[in-house]
Nanobody, 128 residues
Framework: QVQLVESGGGSVQTGGSLRLSCAAS???????MGWFRQAPGKEREGVAA????????YYDNSVKGRFTISQDDAKNTLYLQMNSLKPEDTAMYYCAADYRPNPAGAPAPLESWRYRYWGQGTQVTVSS
């Protein structure tokens, strides 16, 4: 069983920054953890993911160069540093985790269907 609790959301202006945190509790470290977002009327989309065993990271093209995913193993916490925020980044942000490995040659683990465990989300609003 994995429990995930997000925090750090809020309202910022265009160009601002926020750091999201995901406090995780689990018996065994999941293989993959990620951040997803969902805007009103839109499907949930993958933003960033990390392979906890080796630190490999994956990003959606829309956030590359602006967002950074990281983990603090000692604190069992996942982070998403978001810089140069844009109004289109406005969404509910969710933390997710899964124990399944990503087979060689498979797409980056940014699809919501591959994650079993989810947090409740934290709202990010970027105003122009």
């Amino acid at each position: 069983q994995v429990q995930l609790v997000e925090s750090g959301g809020g309202s910022v202006q265009t160009g601002g920054s926020l750091r999201l945190s995901c406090a995780a509790s689990y018996a065994y470290t999941p293989y993959y953890m990620g951040w997803f977002r969902q805007a009103p009327g839109k499907e949930r989309e993958g933003v960033a993911a990390i392979y906890t065993g080796g630190g490999s990271t994956y990003y959606d093209n829309s956030v590359k160069g602006r967002f950074t995913i990281s983990q603090d193993d000692a604190k069992n916490t996942l982070y998403l540093q978001m810089n140069s925020l844009k109004p289109e980044d406005t969404a509910m942000y969710y933390c997710a985790a899964d124990y399944r490995p990503n087979p060689a040659g498979a797409p980056a683990p940014l699809e919501s269907w591959r994650y079993r465990y989810w947090g409740q989300g934290t709202q990010v609003t970027v105003s122009s």
